[in-house]
């Protein structure tokens, strides 16, 4: 399957009804969402989410909010382009690695912490009925969110289902759920 061309017919379709969806994106970092948002604000009316509970210090975690929230401000758009901010809930993160320290990276604790940050992302989306995609040469992290998101919304008796341009690498072919992804 050629991604670009399947995303191309989507947004010709998009563009042949007339009509903007709505998207929800989970940021963990601006950095991570920047070449997405540059992509999609033309097709989508947009909503970033940053929530990220295992960033420590809490003023580590105002300053990654905060450049998000500057990267949405002053990134040119033509239609809706909403920054929203979840809470800083580090403790939560903490109660569910605890004891998984020295698990490696894409391992339980990872998972975990999918769960926990794409959970508050699908609420979110079943509140307010949204769409969520990952990104482009998605690295461990933002695989196993994707994963963890349709978990999730699995699990509200939603619909959902992974797709990542070039489908999922093969270094992550092990995360449970992996073969799933489109």
């Given amino acids: 399957i050629n991604y670009q061309l399947a995303m191309e017919r989507e947004l010709a379709e998009i563009a042949r009804r007339e009509r903007r969806p709505r998207l929800l994106l989970h940021s963990c970092c601006a950095p991570c969402s920047s070449a997405v948002l540059e992509r999609l604000t033309d097709w989508f009316d947009l909503t970033v989410f940053y929530y990220n509970p295992n960033i420590a210090p809490e ?54 912490c999918f769960r926990l940050r794409l959970g508050k992302t699908a609420a979110l989306a079943a509140r307010e009925d949204f769409v969520i995609l990952g990104h482009v040469m998605p690295d461990g992290d933002a695989m196993g969110s994707c994963i963890a998101m349709a978990l999730a919304l699995r699990a509200m008796g939603k619909r959902a289902v992974v797709c990542l341009p070039g489908g999922a690498p093969r270094i992550y072919a092990k995360y449970a759920h992996a073969d799933e992804v489109l």
């Fill in 59 to 112: 003023e580590e975690f105002r300053r990654r909010a905060e450049e998000q929230r500057r990267l949405v401000a002053e990134l040119p758009h033509a239609h809706e382009l909403e920054f929203r901010c979840g809470e800083y809930e580090s403790e939560a993160f903490e109660a569910l690695a605890r004891g998984l320290e020295d698990m490696p990276e894409g391992g339980e604790r990872c998972t975990r």
